[in-house]
């Protein structure tokens, strides 16, 4: 069973960086997509970005493009979300995610808060 750890969340002022982390065990895939979502209060949840394993194509909404980048680490099963130059309305629950076709997994999600 794939289960998915996030961390690296917290509180940070606007035009910050923070970068999260999400690690993957019990994945026996051997290709799959990494993709970092959030959801803020009221919200519906969002993706923000993706990347393939392989080939390593990404993928990023437009509210993060330049701002947030998605890398793995295939050695570790790890996926990283770095985000700089934070705003104010980056602040949500940030949620990992693994998916081949209609099968997927999701992380606990961990809280970002962008606040001056």
């Known amino acids: 069973q794939v289960q998915l750890v996030e961390s690296g969340g917290g509180l940070v002022q606007p035009g910050g960086s923070l970068r999260l982390s999400c690690a993957a065990s019990?994945?026996?895939?051997?290709?799959?997509?990494l993709s970092w979502y959030r959801q803020a209060p009221g919200k519906e949840r969002e993706l923000v970005a993706s990347?393939?394993?392989?080939?390593?194509?990404?993928d990023y909404a437009d509210s993060v493009k330049g701002r947030f980048s998605i890398s793995r680490d295939n050695a570790k099963n790890t996926v990283y979300l770095q985000m700089n130059s934070l705003k104010p309305e980056d602040t949500a629950v940030y949620y990992c995610?693994?998916?081949?076709?209609?099968?997927?997994?999701w992380g606990q999600g961990t809280q970002v808060i962008v606040s001056a």
């Open positions: 990347v393939g394993i392989p080939p390593g194509a990404t």
């Open positions: 019990g994945l026996t895939w051997n290709i799959y997509v």
């Open positions: 995610k693994v998916s081949r076709g209609s099968e997927s997994a």
